[in-house]
């Protein structure tokens, strides 16, 4: 009778010493041990030739040798498991599908910016561009804004402190001069780029924004040929029937003035919160170049006209793809770029 007792240390014991080194043998293990046909099954059937006052002292010891048995088997299992995942890990999967390479879109600034300068190269524009750090003499003084003049007041100025006489440009006006400076007329330029004005951030104002600025000087020069040239590109730039209608205005660089609205491209005119019913939108100013701009600039302003314009980017892009907010340009948040995608 002692003997199936001896039996039962000796498996222990076996238990104990036994090598598992890999997922086939942990499983040769179970098979041998725990499974329905393993010895501590037999070793418990054993329990029928142990003496009646031994049978409990018996029963407890083949337990906790099964408990001995499972709790190395778990642990093992555990090991080798974590072994697997982390190798698994490491090595590649050749016939995984490739992740896509997403293509990014042009921002609408720029795709905007792009069409008025496509436009207007069709009719014989080039680009010249200007600083975005200029002098008092080209974004004021030489635009017949003299120091003290009320029209400053308009466009609300950055200035750098080391220097009052350097402002961050409030306009691309600036490349106007510094075109007529360096070229002999004619000249027919747009000159795109950015600006930045001291505006309380809003969805309709923002402290830097894009213009795009033109500027014709020739003999004979006329309102008319202003008048055409804009309409030419709000045709080309908003679709065919797109009204235009020019209301005065004041720019201390052009005499005279005007504003330039087009007809709402939301209600087509029948008024709507867009154009606060009036069935306008204002998209740009404009006018002919006053003599004293082009004096400064030595050009003979008996014998040369021109004229001008200014329009902003972020307006043409708001009303072209009804964009509510102008912070939005700003934020680079990609869920709303990406619907430019494939837009060049
Ligand atoms: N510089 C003006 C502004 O930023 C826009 C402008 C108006 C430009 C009339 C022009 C012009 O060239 O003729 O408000």
């Known amino acids: 009778m002692d003997a199936i007792f001896e039996k039962v240390k000796a498996t222990a014991e076996e238990i104990n010493d036994y090598a598992i080194g890999s997922l086939e043998e942990l499983e040769q293990f179970r098979i041998k041990?725990?499974?329905?046909?393993?010895?501590?099954?037999?070793?418990?059937?054993?329990?029928?030739?142990v003496a009646?006052?031994?049978?409990?002292?018996?029963?407890?010891?083949?337990?906790?040798?099964?408990?001995q048995a499972e709790e190395?088997?778990?642990?093992?299992?555990?090991?080798?498991?974590?072994?697997?995942?982390?190798?698994?890990?490491?090595?590649?999967?050749?016939?995984?599908?490739?992740?896509?390479?997403?293509?990014?879109?042009?921002?609408?600034?720029?795709?905007?910016?792009?069409?008025?300068?496509?436009?207007?190269?069709?009719?014989?524009?080039?680009?010249?561009?200007?600083?975005?750090?200029e002098s008092d003499w080209y974004n004021f003084s030489?635009?017949?804004?003299?120091?003290?003049?009320?029209?400053?007041?308009?466009?609300d100025t950055y200035f750098i402190q080391q220097d009052p006489d350097i402002v961050l440009r409030t306009h691309t006006s600036n490349a106007?001069?510094?075109?007529?400076?360096?070229?002999?007329?004619?000249?027919?330029?747009?000159?795109?780029?950015?600006?930045?004005?001291?505006?309380?951030?809003?969805?309709?104002?923002?402290?830097?924004?894009?213009?795009?600025?033109?500027?014709?000087?020739d003999e004979k020069v006329s309102f008319a040929d202003l008048?055409?040239?804009?309409?030419?590109?709000?045709?080309?730039?908003?679709?065919?029937?797109?009204k235009i209608r020019l209301r005065p205005s004041y720019f201390p660089f052009t005499e005279p003035s005007a504003e330039m609205d087009i007809s709402c491209l939301i209600c087509e005119g029948e008024g709507c919160s867009v154009c606060k019913h009036t069935g306008w939108v204002e998209i740009l100013g404009c006018g002919m170049v006053d003599p004293n701009v082009l004096d400064n600039c030595k050009i003979d302003s008996?014998?040369?006209?021109?004229?001008?314009?200014?329009?902003g980017v972020e307006r043409i892009a708001m009303l072209k793809y009804g964009i509510n907010d102008i912070r939005l340009f700003f934020e680079n948040?990609?869920?709303?770029?990406?619907q430019f995608t494939g837009i060049n």
């Open 33 to 49: 041990y725990i499974g329905s046909k393993g010895e501590l099954k037999n070793l418990f059937a054993g329990i029928k030739e």
């Open 52 to 67: 009646p006052e031994k049978k409990k002292e018996f029963g407890q010891l083949v337990n906790q040798v099964k408990q």
């Open 72 to 133: 190395k088997f778990n642990t093992i299992k555990a090991s080798l498991g974590n072994e697997s995942s982390a190798s698994s890990k490491n090595s590649i999967d050749l016939t995984a599908p490739g992740e896509p390479i997403t293509l990014g879109s042009r921002h609408p600034i720029s795709i905007v910016k792009n069409q008025i300068i496509e436009i207007f190269s069709r009719i014989g524009f080039t680009i010249a561009e200007g600083p975005e750090l």
């Open 142 to 155: 030489a635009l017949n804004m003299p120091e003290n003049h009320p029209a400053r007041d308009m466009q």
């Open 176 to 217: 106007q001069i510094r075109t007529m400076e360096s070229q002999e007329p004619p000249i027919r330029v747009i000159c795109p780029g950015r600006v930045y004005r001291n505006e309380t951030i809003s969805a309709r104002a923002h402290c830097q924004f894009h213009q795009v600025e033109g500027l014709y000087i």
């Open 227 to 242: 008048k055409q040239a804009l309409y030419y590109f709000t045709q080309e730039m908003f679709g065919e029937g797109t």
């Open 302 to 311: 008996e014998k040369y006209t021109g004229f001008a314009f200014g329009m």
């Open 333 to 338: 948040d990609v869920r709303f770029l990406e």
